[in-house]
């Protein structure tokens, strides 16, 4: 059976998993979906599955298309990971465990 809306706004992006394998991975997910979900749709619907980090710095932005929203997300990470930007305490040691 193909997964539907809901099956990919409740996925998450594990601990040890970079934003863009993250991004991949919901992404071939929700390529699945039945009925078939527009650019535009995916996009938000992965901005809502994303940690409140992402979501505050992402949702102001508004990304036009599912690739700008991947390269954003890792800008974002890369600028935790060089200590640009503060996350919160899980976040951040998700950022961690990323370095390693």
């Avoid at 997964?3 to 991004?23: G, L």
């Avoid at 619907?45 to 949702?59: A, D, I, N, P, W």
Wanted: without cysteine; hydrophobic residues 35%.
């Amino acid at each position: 059976m193909a997964p539907d809306q809901s099956d990919v706004q409740a996925m998450t992006q594990k601990d040890d998993e970079t934003f863009r394998k993250y991004a991949q991975r919901w992404r071939n997910v929700a390529t699945q979906v039945s009925p078939h979900v527009g650019e535009k749709e995916m996009t938000k619907l992965l901005l809502k599955t994303l940690s409140q980090f992402y979501y505050e710095m992402m949702v102001g932005s508004v990304p036009r298309d599912f690739s700008e929203m991947v390269s954003i997300g890792m800008r974002l990470e890369e600028g935790v990971r060089e200590g640009r930007l503060t996350v919160s305490a899980d976040i951040q040691e998700i950022a961690d465990s990323l370095e390693t």
